[in-house]
Structures are given as C-alpha cells and as structure tokens.
C-alpha cells in the first residue's frame, strides 16, 4: 500500500531524493566513495556546498549582501545565536507571539535584553496572526515566525515595520517567494520543508550582523560562518546534501511560485473539505489558514480514534495534531502531492458519512 506522510518533522522530502541520496549514501556522483565518508573539504563537498548556496540564492531570489550558512544546533539555537548576536544589553527587541514556537523565541531573547512583545494571539489560543500592531522606532528588529507549525497559521504577507525582520521560516522555507530584503536574518531548521535534521538554514544580511554587541562564541558568532563560507568546522555533510538536492528538486518542478501555486490547491483542497463538513472544522481564522499545516478538529471527539484508525487504514500516516492542540494536523509540505491530499480528503469525506 502507498503511505502517504504528513508527519510535521522529520517530514516528507521528493521521492527522486531520497532515490538520490540513498545512491550516493553507496558511491557519489560515481567516485567509488559514500558521500558519508568523504573529507568536507574534498573538491566534490566543496560543490555540493556552492551549488546549495547557489541555488538558495536563486530560488529565493536573494539579493547581494546576504549569506546563506548552514548551521547546527536546530531552528532552535537560532532563538538563541539571533539574540546573542544581534542584541546589546540594555537594547531593545521586538517579537510578534503567534505559538509554541514564537514563545520558546521570546525565553531565549529575555537573556540578552529587553523584549517588547508587540502583539500575541496567545489570548485567542493562537488560532490567528496578530494585526494592526505597531513596532516602536527603538526596537534593533522585529522577530516572527512566518508559519506556525503546531496551530496552523501563517503569515500571509510580511508587516511593513521601519526596522529589519527577523524570521523564523522553519515550516515554510521555500514555499513561496519572499521579499528577502525586508530581512535582517532569515533562518529556518531543514527538517521541516527542506531537507533531513541536522542542519538549519540561516540567510543572513551581512551589514546587519557586523558589529559586534557583545564577546560570544566562536561557534556561535554568525561572522565565523560567513568567514568560512560554513566550513568553520565539520557542517553536516549529508543534510547539507540531501537539502541541496530538494533544492534542485525545486528548481526542476518550475521555482518557488510554481510551487506556491500546488501549495495553494492542495490547501484549497482540504480546507474547502473542511468547510463543507458537518463532522470536522479547521481549527485557525480563515483568512490565517497555513498552506503548510492544516489543523483541524473533530465536534465529537470521542470519534477521533476511529478517524485515526480510518487515515492509518488509507496510507495516511502522521494525521494526529499536536499534543498540546489535540485533533488533526495534516502537514502538507511542498513534497505532498495533491494526490495525498486527495487521498486524505476521501478519508474524511467517508469518515463524514459513516458517521455524521
Ligand atoms: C520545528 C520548528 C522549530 C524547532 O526546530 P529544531 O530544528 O528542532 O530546533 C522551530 N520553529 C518552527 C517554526 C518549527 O516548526
């Protein structure tokens, strides 16, 4: 039977790379070694390496003065290396709270200055993206983070603020093309829409991370990697490769608005399933909705492990929401076919009418 996965991370990557990849876990690109077991700095990592910053650099089209770093440590890292290198004390830092993710941003801030949460759903249970809010002209940036993986809502457009953003785009990395420019870093963990764990992308402008606002860590210091063109030491070889070729993957099936447009068909698709129902509902504002994570609830919820049982029964694996939310999640990650997506609505349309 097809299994169709919308786990939220580890998620599900093309097919053709993971096709690829194994290969090249046997021989690389036809050398007689494992891309595990060759030097990061041979000649055949080094163009792994430049074709991945290359082609982030296209697909995103990002302007000069950007790096692209691959980094370890996880988005969650970011939280911290962000602040610690972009915060003084005593200087202030703007953050737009929309989740669990957003919020474990803010705890990290909190050690590096002062921190002005300028708007937050948490009061609605973080079914929305705040609006109308304002960032105070004395704010160095202003952190979000662009899709909400656990509540399923997304940044639809990006506020117009007179200071940098800074975003976490974990669960929604090349989704769609975005105004680069409008950012001071952009970092985004790969297991989400990228790649395996174990690297996390960081776009990083290169004025605004220059000046340093305090001593940190050579390893954590943005201006190592960028130095060391992320080969300070030992990056994550295979994740870095295994992330390169999504990326081709990308570029192969027409670039991120192609993309953006099987994006936005395989939401309509379950969304407008959702809406048609008498059984389930999705759980974010409409207007919010994430074209990434579609979390949905279930009006009688003693029939959820029998939605559950029916999904696993149908191939459609890591459709339960997360603990702290409950019901559904059905991920859907660029590498979904609308196909899956289909599939998952049938189980619901079924499910509704065994049951409804
Ligand atoms: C998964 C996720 C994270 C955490 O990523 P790690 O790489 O596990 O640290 C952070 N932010 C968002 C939006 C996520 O979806």
């Known amino acids: ?71 370890q440590g996880g988005a969650s890292s970011q939280f911290m290396m962000t602040t ?10 703007a953050y737009v709270d929309t989740g669990t993710w957003s919020a474990k941003a803010i705890k990290e801030a909190e050690l590096y200055g ?26 160095k940036y202003v952190h979000l983070t662009s899709n909400n993986t656990i509540f399923g809502t997304q940044f ?16 929604d990395i090349f989704s769609r093309s975005i105004d680069v420019s409008k950012f001071g870093i952009i970092y985004a963990g790969a297991q989400k829409n990228m790649g395996p764990s174990g690297v996390t992308m960081a776009i990083v402008k290169k004025d605004f991370v220059a000046e340093p606002v305090r001593n940190v860590p050579t390893m954590l210091n943005y201006n190592t ?23 081709r993957w990308i570029k192969k099936h027409g670039g991120v608005d192609k993309i953006n447009e099987l994006n936005t068909a395989k939401a309509n698709l379950i ?13 974010a504002k409409k207007e919010d909705r994430s074209k990434m994570n579609a979390v949905f609830l279930i009006k009688d919820e003693s ?8 999904c696993a029964a149908a191939g459609c694996n890591g459709v339960k929401g997360h603990r702290s939310v409950g019901g559904f999640r059905a991920s859907i990650y660029n590498a979904m076919s609308i196909e899956g997506v289909q599939k998952l609505v049938d189980v619901i349309t079924e499910f509704e009418k065994a049951n409804a």
């Open 271 to 283: 969304y407008s399933t959702l809406d048609n129902s008498e059984l389930f509902y999705g759980r």
């Open 225 to 247: 990697h960028i130095g060391k063109g992320s080969m300070f030491n030992t990056p994550p070889v295979f994740p870095i490769y295994v992330s390169m070729l999504t990326m």
């Open 84 to 93: 610690m290198n972009l915060l003084g004390e005593g200087e202030t830092v």
């Open 156 to 171: 639809q457009s990006f506020p117009d603020v007179n200071v940098p953003i800074v975003a976490d785009m974990s669960s």
């Open 1 to 71: 039977m097809k299994v169709y996965n919308f786990s939220a991370g580890p998620a599900i990557l093309p097919q053709e790379v993971f096709a690829e990849a194994s290969e090249a876990v046997k021989d690389f690109n036809g050398i007689g070694l494992s891309i595990l077991e060759i030097s990061h700095r041979s000649k055949e990592f080094q163009a792994v390496m430049d074709e991945a910053v290359a082609l982030a650099k296209e697909l995103l089209s990002i302007p000069e003065g950007y790096e692209v770093l691959f980094l």
């Open 303 to 310: 029939l959820a492990p029998a939605f559950l049982e029916a």
């Open 114 to 139: 002062n921190v002005n949460v300028v708007a937050s759903s948490k009061e609605e249970g973080y079914d929305q993206i705040p609006k109308g809010y304002s960032v105070p002209a004395d704010a």
